[in-house]
């Protein structure tokens, strides 16, 4: 297996939400889909210590309350099942009554108590899912024929093209340890999470509370730092597993490589934050905002977020227009503090404004640099020394037309 090696972090090749010990998944075609796989899951070979973070939208659906339920009452989960097509929201009883059924029959196939199955759903909302496909779904479990990473994938996307994940090891206590993850995400993608799902595993031993300090924290700089269009989905969630395999003594915040493990965990998540961002429906660049100099970090975040999701900005960034205008508008409606005569601006390497006011540059050069498939933009606000990155994508006429004919 080929590995890039970042810092203590050695990046595997095709690394995946199965790659740590002890961990399946897989997916297959249940038929919500006209043709595409539709059904997909995860498997520990033991329970593991599980944690998850949510959707601040009041409307959540079924299997995300479901699941928070269950990941209360036990902190353990052994299998995730994911179905995409239907998101199985605003769907009143009988949603939930369905999503308890799916959340017992994998109990079933799978041997094990119903409190460690989580329920995921992504596609349409207002329809209840149809539970004859969704019990053919949960009948492939485990089965050898699709039971593969790539199928897992596959099965959890919507309008994404292309599927998302990453795998990463590194040393704690001389053992080597392993943090996969996959994702999904194209639309109704926006700061405090967005219409995405993603999974982490590790077999690491880790302590309950320092999982889910690890990964609410995690979450707000990498998850909750990105958007394609500003809306927020009633279905998204991000759990993490960890069931500790590798029989490391269990990780906390006083543990000596808990701070190398906690930059593995970050890389994993901020990979496939990313990779969503990029792949945001009709999107043809990534954008990525960093804000230094500010008070605090949470004030150099909410600056980043303003501008990534302006619309404005992500329309300009899709014409190849270096209207930094746009980008001052945004830092200056963040509602953070910030003096505007010190504000500095850049479009990569190309300065266009400095200490508020706007400076001579070469048009010719900043379109050209807009061009690119990856585009940074750089703040300044001179007024600290704290930092932060957000990620996003252009706004573009292919956008429209997915979504004005999403039902249809």
Request: charged content about 20%; aromatic content about 6%.
């Amino acid at each position: 297996m080929i590995t890039t090696k970042i810092n203590q972090i050695k990046v595997l090749e095709n690394g995946n939400i199965a790659s740590p010990k002890g961990y399946t998944a897989g997916g297959v075609h249940c038929g919500i889909r006209k043709t595409k796989l539709d059904f997909g899951w995860i498997h520990s070979n033991i329970p593991a210590v599980a944690a998850g973070v949510y959707t601040l939208n009041a409307f959540q659906a079924a299997p995300l309350k479901l699941t928070k339920n269950s990941i209360e009452k036990e902190k353990r989960i052994q299998t995730v099942v994911v179905n995409s097509g239907i998101a199985n929201a605003c769907t009143g009883n009988q949603g939930y009554l369905d999503a308890l059924e799916t959340q017992r029959l994998a109990a079933d196939k799978m041997g094990i108590h119903k409190d460690y199955v989580a329920v995921a759903s992504t596609g349409l909302i207002g329809k209840t899912l149809p539970m004859e496909k969704i019990k053919v779904g949960i009948a492939e479990i485990g089965e050898a024929n699709n039971s593969s990473a790539e199928n897992f994938e596959k099965a959890i996307l919507t309008t994404d093209t292309v599927t998302k994940h990453i795998g990463v090891q590194v040393e704690v206590e001389g053992k080597t340890v392993t943090i996969g993850g996959a994702a999904k995400g194209s639309g109704m993608i926006c700061p405090n999470m967005a219409t995405m799902l993603a999974f982490i595993t590790t077999d690491a031993a880790i302590e309950e509370n320092a999982l889910q300090q690890a990964l609410k924290s995690m979450t707000d700089c990498s998850f909750n730092r990105i958007t394609v269009d500003g809306d927020c989905s009633t279905n998204d969630m991000v759990l993490a597993l960890a069931n500790g395999q590798q029989g490391n003594t269990p990780l906390n915040e006083h543990h000596p490589d808990w701070s190398i493990f906690l930059e593995a965990f970050k890389f994993v998540c901020e990979a496939l934050a990313k990779q969503i961002a990029r792949d945001g429906e009709g999107a043809t660049k990534l954008i990525e905002i960093h804000v230094e100099g500010a008070p605090t970090e949470r004030a150099a975040g909410q600056v980043a977020k303003a501008v990534i999701s302006s619309n404005l900005v992500k329309t300009a960034i899709f014409g190849s227009d270096p209207n930094w205008g746009r980008i001052v508008c945004a830092v200056g409606y963040s509602e953070q503090p910030l003096d505007p005569e010190k504000v500095n601006v850049s479009l990569g390497n190309i300065n266009v404004v400095k200490n508020g006011v706007p400076l001579e540059f070469d048009e010719v050069k900043a379109t050209s640099y807009l061009r690119n498939e990856e585009v940074q933009l750089f703040v300044d606000l001179q007024n600290g020394k704290e930092k932060a990155l957000a990620w996003g994508c252009d706004l573009t006429y292919d956008y429209v037309k997915i979504n004005a004919s999403y039902r249809t």
